[in-house]
């Protein structure tokens, strides 16, 4: 069963403006939430991560925002870059339970 | 630093036939993870290491998969009898240890079983 579900599987953004990723996760037992981004050939890496004591947590150009009561989190790129063209994966974990469980992805375009 | 290494890259073998895939974790990282991603979808857990045990190998799909980390650092996953579903990129990734969240993954090892 997926509790990790990222519904849009991509997302278009014209270059200076904001992309806006969401996900949903249904075990309410999850409390530590990442996003990891992904370029072909590699594997994923850290981007953000948030605590589910917070409700928003910012670094640069990106911030990921929590709703708790909905479960769902969102992570916002401003300005999008040509360069942030990847996949992003949501992943979240239970506490003291290391392993993530992970969404399926979106894949981010870029637009010049 | 280096980051995490997985060897090898790519690997084709036959059903039925046997495989090992090895993982160098990040130096000094305790902690290491083994996920497979299949096309379309996200990682998936499949074991954990803490040390040189394994504290979680709940997502291990069967026993034809097996992995080991005897002296702490490096590890294999090791696959008998493979299948085609077996088929997948397997990522391993390391973290500084119990109470980080925050994994480093590797390239991965693209397993193809004919």
């Known amino acids: 069963d997926q509790q990790v579900k990222q519904n849009s599987p991509s997302l278009s953004v014209q270059e200076g403006r904001i992309s806006i990723l969401n996900c949903d996760y249904t075990n309410s037992m999850f409390d530590y939430f990442l996003w990891y981004k992904k370029y072909p050939a590699e594997g994923p890496t850290f981007l953000i991560s948030i605590s589910s004591i917070k409700d928003k947590n910012e670094d640069g150009r990106f911030t990921v925002f929590l709703n708790k009561s909905a479960k769902h989190l969102s992570l916002h790129i401003v300005p999008s870059q040509p360069g942030d063209s990847a996949v992003y994966f949501c992943?979240?974990?239970?506490?003291?339970?290391?392993?993530?469980?992970f969404g399926a992805g979106t894949t981010v375009t870029v637009r010049a | 630093g280096a980051g995490v290494s997985q060897t090898p890259s790519n690997k084709v073998t036959e059903k039925g036939k046997y495989v090992e895939l090895r993982c160098d974790p990040i130096?000094?990282?305790?902690?290491l993870y083994w996920y497979r991603q299949s096309l379309g979808q996200g990682p998936e857990f499949l074991i954990y290491?803490?040390?040189?045990?394994?504290?979680?190998d709940s997502g291990l799909p069967n026993d034809r998969f097996f992995a080991v980390r005897p002296e702490g650092s490096v590890s294999t996953l090791k696959i008998q009898r493979t299948e085609r579903g077996d088929s997948a990129v397997y990522l391993c990734a390391s973290s500084l240890g119990s109470g980080s969240y925050e994994q480093y993954f590797g390239p991965g090892t693209r397993l193809t079983v004919t």
């Open positions: 290491f803490q040390g040189t045990g394994a504290a979680d």
């Open positions: 992943a979240a974990s239970r506490p003291n339970d290391y392993k993530l469980s």
């Open positions: 130096s000094g990282h305790t902690a």
